[in-house]
Every structure is written in structure tokens, then in C-alpha cells.
């Protein structure tokens, strides 16, 4: 008979698609490795570390690791947390936030009342304590809905993974733990892990097979419940947000962007407010109340920015005066008056380095060793100037422009006799459709073969991908608020237009000021959308090229590579304790730099979105990169441990297309250990990292040096650090993860349920203190463009499982219990089809009940 471990490793040669014995991949912490030798010299670290060889007693060393990461990382946030300063500015801005929020309140003659903290020098349990009870009410109201949704998905993992531990852990434990799968169990640490997986079970175990297939339906039963639950109240959420400005809104802010829509192709014929305003006046006699049209302020945005850097150079050299009683000069090699090399002090952003790429350098060298103060009130001088003529200009060009904009033959002129009834309603939808462009466009082809000339597929071609700050005068996006709320609703759900390519309204929604990334508004949405093709085109090449990264990762932190540029000794000259230190950098050197490579995957894929996508909504920007930061998570996690890489997946899976099922299910039980170990890292370094706000404590102590230990009043009120926002993107695709491990192995490998209910409880209490001390919430989207991808991937993930189960009873000839199985992806694809064709479009529309209900309300109270 096999034992466990033999049992775990398969090789059935026609049956198997890539042996799981030359399976490698990355691991975050040291596995078990014996390091160079004099006889093997230095290969040792040029391979991946194998991961189907991890076993329990690798476990408790990865959570023994990462509890004293964990806890150091908790001893500096609680001795910084009780300093005044890092307090207010680094662990709970939001109080500042608060504060200003209720001023505001105040001036409208509404109330708002801040959360009730603990002191800083309170008790740390007491923190956890209030992120754990408090209501539901109070955090929605203080948090805002995005948040909200975010903290109950990570609650409804939680619940998940309890009602794992204690239903399915103890029966599946129990069933594989007590197969009669027996043999050598020499290496116990390995076989008392796979002995509590389905490797223990074998052919004649027809009971224990059976119950691995009950637990998958109680598994997907309870799981699909727990879903269906937050759909329903998820719905009543996002209809109640609909209607109701959130609590911390600036009321007469939040009224406006409630009843405003955000246009997008606007016809040239409406590019000017007043012919939009007019336009839409026509349509909806008496319920416009304004209507504007962006202008393209790029460059100008742009000299604002340098303006606004120079005045804080400006501010911070007038603080260091003060504070030190030293004049600041200008200097190039010295930075506060230490030395320091050029290219780095540009890189501090005190007031000794450079402030934008097109300074005048010539002028900077003449100023060498004069007073810094001198210089940057000269400079100020002149940039205010320079944003003076180039607003003038703008203004004057925007002016002129509209006086030259083509008039078509339904000029806006001739709609406003249908306002009193003197023409015929046809005539109105003719004005109308001409007005829209209907008609066959001279710019765009529209399927006809007379359209098709060379001219109109050329200025299309460069409409579509005509580069950032290439606009014409006009820009073809708007906004128009109405003076009511229905008004607004229904063109929000509205199609505009009867072709594409037309006016629309493609963000749904109500459109927040603070979500708007203003410096993109004026962007075309046809080159915007050209651009993300682009770039979802190279996140794709990247996942298909992932191995390599990998590869080059383990080639750069080998030791024969380093030892070959000379940048290690040989192991000859060390001592026994050196070669151990080295032995354990080498186990993690390749690691360490893969984990910062996908660290540093959010930041990238949010730049590329924000500066080369140009997206024009944060909220978008956001999701963006969590669907493409999970994709390549996926690509890392999964193709790349199971397959080696994309390429050998693709070509074993074309090779032998109906063994990949069974491959599946060979395969996943022999690197359960590797995947556990990646849900104890993130749950106490990952979750204790966020905790701990490292990053943004040196940026405030960096931005204190600069001005000579203390920050200026622009520092207070613009830094970015002092109102930070919640990263969605990044936050869900680590949530995520740790799901789709949860339910890959909830069966196969229950153990792991243990392991994900303490990350679950851990980020739940690390995002809830974050939520309600730090993140200042920028924008408000109501949670619905995260919550339904969020609730498909997780249902894709529970999918997954499944069909891994089926695979593993097909390797166990298992042929009744796999059929009884295989109904479940089915049944699971039904109710992921019955969310987005019922919840989904429930949350993207308001309901006209509320809609007019509320209409009706403001009516009675027009003062209100």
C-alpha cells in the first residue's frame, strides 16, 4: 500500500501533464535548504526551491518568523502612536479631517459629530477594541459606503472560513486522518500534514471519498447562502446611497453632484456651456440649473504645480531660518548643510534641490552660495507672472474658439420655439437627431460603403489616438447639474444617443468631485479607451512572460551569480556562523525580490492607468488595477506553481486537454503547505505592515528635515501623506488571495481553515482601526464597482475547487462521486448568472419609487 507521501507525488505516465516533482516556485519565507559547499562549490541557489518537499515543521517556522516581523512591526506603531505629533499626522489624520468636516457642517446649519477615540496613550487593546464593536450605523457613517463594503466583504470571508473550522475542518480531518493509507512514515512532519489531506485517500476508501464530496456541497452551500445574504444587502446600501448624501458630505456639495451628469463626446455643435446649457434646457423645459464645459487646462495645471512647488521650497527655507537661526543657501553638493550628492538631494525635496525639469539651471549655477530665500521669491515672482498671461491666454483662446464653432443646420438657435409649443414634435425629433449627429457623419464610418473614404478613416484613426494634451480647443466633456433629481437619474441610465460613438454617459453613477482626476477630464474618451487597450494588451504579454521574471530573479540572487561579479567571498574564508547567515540570505534573496516585484505591481499598473491611460475617475483607476493586479497574481500563484510556466500550461493542456482535471487534482495536495505559509505571512506581515504606516512615518520625519524639524502651514493642508487614501485596488486582490486559497483547499486540504480565519480576523481589525483613524475618504462610489467583480471572482475561485475535486476522484477512478460532484460548477455558474442579471443592474440604477419620492420631499421643502 502507498503511504501518504508517496501517494502525493504521482507519476502515471500517460496520466500526468507535468510532473509534480520538477514543479518549483518561490517561497516568501526560508524552506529547507543546505546551503554551498565546498564540493558543489556555489550552484546550489541557481534553482527554484522545490515546493512540493515543504512539510509541517515548515509551517511553524514560517509563523515563528513571521510573529517576531509581526510583533516588531507592533512595538514601533505603539511607541510612535503615543508621540503628539505622529499621532495626529501619521496614525489618526482623519481627526484633522473631522474637524474641518464639522466646521463646514456648521456654516450649513448641519451637525456632524466626529468619532469618540480613545487617547493616544490609552491602552492598545482599547484601538482593537473599538474597530471590533462598534455598530454597523456608526461605521458606515463615519467610514462612508466604499469602505463599508470593503469591511463587510472582508467580515463575510470571516464567516466563511469560522463555519469551515468548525463543520467542515473536524469531519474532513477526521476522514482523511483516519483512511488506511500506511506505510513508511519515516519523515513524520510530512506525514502528518498530508495525512489529514485527500493524498491519504485511495481507491477502496468509498465512504471517505463520498464524504469529501459532501463537504464540497455543504462547502458551496454555505458559501453561495453567504453570498446571496450580502447581495440583498448590498442592494438596500446602494439604493439608500442613491437618495441620501452620505453623512461626512458638505450637504450643498453632496445636493449638486446628485443631480448632476457628467457628458462625454459631446457634438462640436455643444461645446460651449452656453449651447449645452441651451441643448439640454430645450429637452428638459426648466430643469437645468447650469451646465459647463471643460476646457483643456493641461499646461497650465501643469505650471500651477511647479508654482505650488516652489512656494513650499519657499516656505520650508523661511521655516529653517527661523528654527535655526542659519540662512539657507543655494548649493548643489550639500543638502540642509551636510554633504550630499547632487542627483540625491533633487530626490529629498527640501528647498536646496531642484523644484521642476525646466528650471533654469544657468540661473541656479549663478546663484550658488546665495541665500535660497532670495532665489525662491525671484522665481515665485516670475512663475506667477508666466500662470497669469498663460490663464489670460486660455481664457482668450477659449473665447475665441467658441465664437468659431461650427454651426450645423439644427443650430441650438433654432430649438427654443419647441420650448412653447411652436413646432411639430417631429420636427423636434428630427432637430434633435441631427443635433446628436444622426445623420451619416462625414468623421466616422458608419458601415455604408459611400462613408468609407480614405479622409473620414484617417480623422477618426487620429481622433482615436491622438496623444495627451493634443486637443482641440474644444473638449468634447461636460457637465450639466439639474434642478432635479430625477432629471439627472434617468440621463445617467439613459442611451443618449441611437449610435455609438456618440454623446453618452459612460461613468454610472453620480459623479464626484473628489473621484475626478481633473487634470485627465479634458482627455478624449477615444483615445483613453485606445490607450487601456494598449495597456491591457502588455499587462497580458507580462503574464506570459511571467516565468521569466522569475527566473531572473533567481539568477540575480544566486550565489554563484553574485560570487561572479565579485560581490560575495568564496565560502572557503568564512566561518561556520557566516556560512549559515549567508546560507539563510540565499534561501530568501530570490524570494524577497519577487515579493517586491509584486509590491511594487499596484504602484506601477495605478501610474500607467493615471498618466498613460489617462483614466479619469480614481474609482476606475482603482479597479483597473485590481483586476489586472489579480490576473497576474493569479499568473504568479498559480500557472507558475502548478505548471512552471504559461507556456508549458497552454502547450500540456493542448497536448492532453482531458487531463487537466486530473492533473489539477494531483497536483494542488503536494503544495498545500506552500500555499498555507503565503496566508500566514500575509495575515502577520503583511496586515501588521499596514498597521504599522512605516512608509508614511519617514515621509513625515524627511518633510520635518527639510524645513529644519518642523512641517510649514502648505504641509499641513496639501501634503499627501497627511490625508491618505485607502488603496482599493491592492487591498482586495490581498483579500482575494487568501479566499481563493480558502476555497481551493477547504476540502482538499481543510487545515487551512485555521490559517484564513486568522488573517480574516487580523484585517478586519487592522482595516476597520485604519478606516476609522486614518484613510480619509476621497471619493464615495457607493462600493458597486468593486463589490460585483469582487463577488464573480469569488464564485469563479469556488468554481475552481470544485472542478479540482472532480479531477482528484477521476485520479481515484472515483466515477459516481465525481459525477455528483460535477453538477456543482454548474449549479455555481447558475447563481453567479442570477446575481448579475438581477443584483447587479439593481445597484447601477436608481429605483424611480425613491427617485421621485424624493423629488416629492424637496418639493414640500424648498428651504430645506
Known amino acids: 500500500k502507498k503511504n501518504a507521501t508517496e501517494h502525493s507525488i504521482i507519476h502515471n505516465g500517460e496520466d500526468t501533464m507535468a510532473s509534480p516533482t520538477t514543479t518549483f516556485a518561490p517561497t516568501a519565507t526560508p524552506a529547507p535548504s543546505y546551503g554551498p559547499t565546498e564540493a558543489e562549490d556555489d550552484d546550489t541557489f541557481n534553482v527554484y526551491t522545490a515546493i512540493t518537499s515543504l512539510k509541517w515543521n515548515d509551517i511553524w517556522t514560517v509563523l515563528l518568523t513571521s510573529l517576531v516581523v509581526a510583533f516588531c512591526l507592533l512595538l514601533f506603531a505603539l511607541s510612535k502612536m503615543r508621540k503628539r505629533s505622529p499621532f495626529h499626522l501619521v496614525y489618526a489624520p482623519r481627526y484633522r479631517w473631522e474637524r474641518e468636516i464639522q466646521r463646514k457642517a456648521a456654516r450649513r446649519g448641519k451637525t456632524y459629530e466626529p468619532l469618540r477615540r480613545p487617547k493616544r496613550t490609552a491602552a492598545p487593546w482599547r484601538w482593537a477594541w473599538l474597530a471590533l464593536t462598534i455598530s454597523d450605523a456608526e461605521l458606515l457613517k463615519h467610514v462612508g459606503l466604499e469602505m463599508y463594503v470593503m469591511l463587510r466583504f472582508i467580515r463575510m470571508c470571516l464567516r466563511i472560513s469560522v463555519f469551515g473550522t468548525l463543520v467542515v475542518l473536524p469531519v474532513g480531518a477526521s476522514a482523511y486522518a483516519t483512511a488506511d493509507a500506511s506505510g513508511d512514515t519515516s519523515d513524520y512532519s510530512r506525514v502528518a500534514w498530508f495525512r489529514f489531506t485527500t493524498a491519504n485517500l485511495e481507491k477502496h476508501n468509498t465512504g471517505r471519498i463520498w464524504c469529501a464530496a459532501g463537504l464540497m456541497y455543504v462547502v458551496t452551500i454555505q458559501a453561495v447562502a453567504v453570498v446571496a445574504l450580502e447581495c440583498f444587502a448590498f442592494v438596500e446600501l446602494k439604493q439608500n446611497f442613491f437618495t441620501t448624501p452620505p453623512e461626512a458630505a458638505d450637504p450643498v456639495v453632496a445636493e449638486q453632484q446628485m443631480r448632476s451628469v457628467m457628458f462625454e463626446r459631446l457634438p462640436p455643435e455643444l461645446r460651449t456651456s452656453e449651447r449645452l446649457r441651451e441643448f439640454w434646457d430645450t429637452l428638459l423645459p426648466g430643469k437645468v440649473h447650469s451646465a459647463v464645459v471643460c476646457s483643456d487646462t493641461t499646461a497650465l495645471a501643469k505650471l500651477n504645480r511647479v508654482r505650488e512647488t516652489v512656494a513650499l521650497k519657499l516656505e520650508r527655507a523661511l521655516l529653517f531660518r527661523q528654527r535655526s537661526g542659519q540662512e539657507p543657501l543655494i548649493r548643489d553638493d550639500s543638502c540642509c548643510g551636510l554633504p550630499f550628492p547632487a542627483p540625491l538631494a533633487r530626490l529629498r525635496g527640501c528647498w536646496c534641490c531642484s523644484d521642476d525639469p525646466d528650471e533654469d539651471w544657468e540661473a541656479r549655477r549663478r546663484s550658488q552660495g546665495k541665500s535660497a530665500i532670495e532665489y525662491y521669491q525671484s522665481r515665485l515672482a516670475k512663475l506667477n507672472a508666466e500662470f497669469h498671461v498663460a490663464r489670460s491666454a486660455l481664457v482668450e483662446a477659449t473665447r475665441r474658439a467658441s465664437a468659431n ?84 437619474a434617468m440621463l445617467r441610465q439613459m442611451q443618449l444617443a441611437p449610435r455609438p460613438l456618440s454623446m453618452e454617459c459612460p461613468h454610472e453613477g453620480i459623479p464626484d468631485a473628489q473621484n475626478l482626476i481633473w487634470a485627465n477630464v479634458p482627455e478624449s474618451l477615444d483615445a483613453s479607451v485606445a490607450r487601456s487597450n494598449v495597456a491591457s494588451f502588455l499587462v497580458y504579454v507580462l503574464a506570459f512572460y511571467w516565468s521569466l521574471f522569475i527566473s531572473v530573479c533567481y539568477v540575480i540572487a544566486s550565489y554563484k551569480t553574485l560570487k561572479r561579479w565579485g560581490l560575495v567571498p568564496r565560502l572557503g574564508s568564512l ?255 447558475a447563481f453567479s448568472r442570477h446575481v448579475q442579471v438581477h443584483y447587479t443592474p439593481a445597484c447601477e440604477k436608481a429605483a424611480a419609487q425613491l427617485t421621485l419620492a424624493r423629488d416629492a420631499r424637496y418639493a414640500a421643502k424648498p428651504d430645506d
Open 405 to 488: 464653432l461650427p454651426t450645423s443646420s439644427s443650430s441650438v438657435s433654432e430649438w427654443t420655439s419647441v420650448a412653447t409649443g411652436e413646432a411639430h414634435a417631429g420636427t423636434v425629433f428630427e432637430r434633435l437627431a441631427k443635433a446628436f449627429g444622426v445623420e451619416r457623419p462625414k468623421a466616422i464610418v458608419v458601415g455604408d460603403r459611400d462613408s468609407l473614404s480614405l479622409e473620414s478613416v484617417a480623422s477618426f484613426a487620429q481622433q482615436m489616438l491622438r496623444a495627451p494634451g493634443g486637443q482641440s480647443e474644444h473638449c468634447d466633456c461636460g457637465f450639466v447639474t439639474f434642478a432635479d433629481y430625477t432629471s439627472a
Open 575 to 829: 566561518t561556520t556562523s557566516q556560512q549559515t547567515l549567508l546560507r539563510y540570505f540565499f534561501s530568501v534573496a530570490p524570494a524577497a525580490l519577487i515579493s517586491a516585484g509584486l509590491a511594487l505591481l499596484p504602484i506601477l499598473l495605478m501610474l500607467m492607468a493615471e498618466h498613460y491611460e489617462r483614466m479619469k475617475l480614481r474609482s476606475e483607476i482603482q479597479l483597473s488595477v485590481l483586476q489586472r493586479n489579480f490576473f497576474l497574481q493569479m499568473i504568479n500563484l498559480w500557472l507558475t506553481v502548478v505548471a512552471g510556466s504559461v507556456w508549458d500550461a497552454l502547450k500540456n493542456i493542448i497536448n492532453k486537454p482531458t487531463q487537466l482535471f486530473r492533473f489539477l487534482g494531483k497536483t494542488l495536495p503536494t503544495v498545500s503547505v506552500y500555499f498555507v505559509e503565503i496566508v500566514v505571512i500575509k495575515t502577520f506581515v503583511s496586515n501588521f505592515w499596514e498597521f504599522s504606516r512605516v512608509l508614511p512615518w519617514l515621509r513625515l520625519r524627511a518633510a520635518k528635515l527639510a524645513a529644519g524639524g518642523a512641517l510649514t502651514a502648505r504641509d499641513l493642508r496639501d501634503s499627501v501623506f497627511l490625508q491618505p487614501e485607502m488603496m482599493y485596488g491592492s487591498a482586495y486582490t490581498a483579500h482575494l488571495l487568501v479566499l481563493i486559497v480558502l476555497f481551493l483547499f477547504a476540502v482538499i486540504a481543510p487545515f487551512a481553515y485555521p490559517f484564513c480565519v486568522a488573517y480574516f480576523f487580523v484585517a478586519y481589525v487592522v482595516y476597520a482601526h485604519n478606516a476609522l483613524h486614518v484613510y480619509v475618504p476621497k471619493y464615495d462610489q457607493g462600493g458597486g464597482l468593486f463589490f460585483f467583480p469582487v463577488v464573480a471572482y469569488l464564485l469563479g475561485a469556488l468554481a475552481a475547487t470544485q472542478l479540482t475535486l472532480v479531477g482528484y476522484l477521476a485520479v481515484l477512478q472515483a466515477w459516481s462521486a465525481a459525477s455528483f460532484v460535477l453538477a456543482l460548477p454548474v449549479l455555481t455558474y
